[in-house]
């Protein structure tokens, strides 16, 4: 894992995208830039730039975060047990490379698609590197 420089960090990022990204807040729902977006390319960590997910496994959930359903690799993220709403427990999603917080993965919904799996991630924390030809 790279070490961030929290300083460089909160002085180059908006405070919503830092306090989601550093401090695991949430951003509200269906305000995101990238909930609706059907843009070809890849999303990046917005803290190191990491490749996170491809608009291939981007789907429509409804619920109004960008939904994905598996990230580019299974080492992109890292998965943590997330019992802050306890008794409800949660996985939570994290960047891999910078350990920023993502948002939280859910299994079993029932969403058609290949994996059965929800990969809600805030906007804020993503940037979207359109694909060109």
Known sequence: MKPINEDELKARLDPLSYAVLREGATERAFTGKY??????????????DN???TSDTKFHSGCGWPSFYAPTTDDAVTLIEDRSLAPRIR?????AKCDSHLGHVFSG?????PTDER????????VLQEKTN
Do not use: H, M, P
Request: proline content about 0%; aromatic content about 12%; hydrophobic content about 35%.
């Open 35 to 48: 909930t609706d977006t059907d843009t070809i390319g890849s999303y990046l960590c917005k803290a190191c």
């Open 51 to 53: 490749v996170l997910f």
């Open 91 to 95: 996985t939570e999603v994290r960047c």
């Open 109 to 113: 919904e029932g969403y058609d698609v």
């Open 119 to 126: 990969w809600c991630i805030n906007s804020v924390s993503l």
